[in-house]
């Protein structure tokens, strides 16, 4: 993952593409807001890897029949 800061110059450009006006002193906060999105969306990205190592775990059913035995 990128950990990069965002240039002012980059900032400049988000914020008219998005129509707005960003005040010197908010743009450490902003900055810190894109980056707490960025990381959210890096953990969004699917999984690679062998199969096996991705399989989910077997789900507890307790009620999967009328015999109330359960099953895995």
């Known amino acids: ?12 450009a988000l914020a008219t593409l998005a129509g707005l006006t960003i005040p010197a002193h908010c743009r450490d906060g902003v900055r810190l807001h894109l980056a707490t999105a960025h990381r959210m969306l890096h953990a969004l990205e699917p999984l690679t890897g062998d199969a096996d190592d991705l399989a989910l775990a077997p789900v507890f059913d307790p009620a999967p029949g009328n015999d109330g035995a359960g099953s895995a």
């Not at 993952?1 to 400049?12: F, G, K, Q, R, V």
């Open 1 to 12: 993952m990128d950990d990069t800061p965002i240039t002012d110059a980059e900032l400049d």
